[in-house]
């Protein structure tokens, strides 16, 4: 029998990698001949790196988005004017690089990227592919754009855009690894959305709103076109919105992007069954997070998909929609284990997964 696994990290918990091994344990357990065939998954967030490029990597220094050096690592592909680096914001600004308590996105900043994004030019990449998830900023990209050093800044921390020379910033062929849609600003945008998960208050949303009005008005009058109300703009505090305006960046919906990188679909034949998973499956799961996309790729050849996660609301909507099983492998659990604790985590999912196989068996 042939399985492929393909689960999608548990935030603070286990990696794609982590979650994909216990469940292959799971299953061997079961039925030790199986053929397990693991994928590591993103959608752009945590795990984008490992996802798209496992071996080739380079490392630079950094600062995090507190401005505190960080090594980072991406990855490196090709050579001379064809070189394409892979970097995942959330190892350069992440935010769970950040201890609770000091999360402010007032004072967080892209810089760090800029600093990657500058050693990725030096080093004669053209291409980027940037995976914009989980990031601690929301400075529309100002950072960023600093630290490449193609901007004077006033003590506003606005580019006086009369000396702002984008022309090398053209060059670039920017790819942006997102699920986000929304736009730069207002209701639905980087600020009112966003900045609340990244530990911004009600008075430091409004702040952040009229600060990146202010910056997408004036790079709207520099760059002769305007950004902001483009889909995936709001990605990353904004930092889908500077790779546009400055770098003519284009959008790819994340999990598709990784996906077709490692050849799922191929991998899919002569499968018997996929299992995938999130820490948290709900309604949202539908609109396009990783697992729905999984489902719709396994439907197209029939292949049924089992839904694992830590915590499911609204089961019968997720099968509804087509999941083969959905699982929750925290229920029935004793209240008093942390079930975030990554040990926990690995035991359940591997339990969980045995226990379906085994009375799918016994059913036959």
Known sequence: ???????????????????NE??????????????VDTVM???????FLDAMCPDSRVRCYAHDAMMRPVEVEYGLSGTGSCQTAVIEVARVVGL????????????????????????????????????????????CGIGMLQALKKAIFSARRLPDFAAFDTTLLQQLQVTLATDVT???????????????????????????????????EAAARHQQRDCRHQPGAGAAGGLGYAFMEFMNAKTEAGAGLVLRHNGFDERLKG???????EGH????????KLPAVILRHAQGVRVPVVLLAGRVDGADVLLHQGFARV??????????????????ARERLQSSVARLLEADRRTK
């Open 22 to 35: 216990a469940v292959r344990s799971g299953i061997v357990k079961t039925d030790p001949c199986a053929e």
């Open 1 to 19: 029998m042939k399985y492929v696994v393909a689960i999608d990290s548990f935030k603070e918990c286990l990696t794609s990698s982590e979650a």
């Open 182 to 216: 929304a736009p730069l600003l207002g209701d639905r945008g980087a600020a009112r959305v966003f900045a609340p998960q990244k530990g911004a208050t009600p008075e430091m949303v409004d702040l952040l709103e009229r600060k990146a009005a202010t910056f997408a």
């Open 41 to 47: 998954v993103s959608d752009g967030g945590e795990g």
């Open 327 to 344: 699982v929750d492998i925290n229920a029935g659990c004793p209240a008093d284990i942390d079930p975030l604790c990554p040990d926990v």
């Open 271 to 277: 499968c018997r069954c996929v299992f995938t998973g």
């Open 281 to 288: 499956a709900d309604r949202q799961t539908l609109m396009g």
């Open 96 to 139: 769970e690089m950040i201890e609770p308590e000091l999360r402010n996105p007032l004072r967080a900043t892209s810089y760090g990227l800029g600093e990657v994004v500058a050693d990725a030019w030096r080093r004669g990449c053209r291409q980027l592919i940037v995976g914009l998830g989980g990031s601690a900023v929301s400075d």
